[in-house]
């Protein structure tokens, strides 16, 4: 369907058709009772995310981590795990305030602790 707009500002198309249907009596209807008026859809299935650390049981202190996991329960290691890691981003905001250091440079450097405790097996 070609269209295009003529000198005078109008719109011009090639379609000379009407907007009706062209299948009439029988056959429309037989089409329309073939066709479902719905379609159920199953719920989409969807992977968990995967928030594992890539280096999960690398690094220099992964066993130790490994070994107080064990011992003190994970729902009480990942207690204390947290109380450090928010221990250690608040270290990281008061060194950046001394320095005056802006709040882009603080994420940052909170994201560098992560990877290198990542590599150092703390989040083992």
């Not at 992977?47 to 994970?74: D, L, Q, Y």
């Not at 928010?86 to 992560?114: M, N, P, Y």
């Not at 990877?115 to 989040?123: A, T, V």
Request: proline share 4%; aromatic share 6%.
């Amino acid at each position: 369907m070609a269209a295009s707009i003529c000198a005078s500002g109008g719109l011009v198309s090639s379609f000379h058709g009407s907007w009706g249907t062209s299948m009439v009596g029988d056959d429309y209807h037989a089409l329309m009772q073939s066709v479902p008026r719905y379609v159920t859809v199953g719920k989409p299935v969807r992977s968990p995310p995967c928030m594992k650390n890539v280096n999960e049981g690398k690094g220099i202190f992964a066993p130790v981590v490994v070994v107080t996991r064990n011992i003190v329960g994970k729902k009480r290691f990942n207690q204390l795990r947290g109380k450090a890691i928010a221990l250690h981003s608040q270290v990281i905001t008061e060194f950046c305030k001394s320095i005056g250091a802006d709040g882009k440079q603080r994420q940052g450097l909170i994201r560098l602790a992560k990877k290198n405790g990542e590599r150092l097996g703390f989040l083992a």
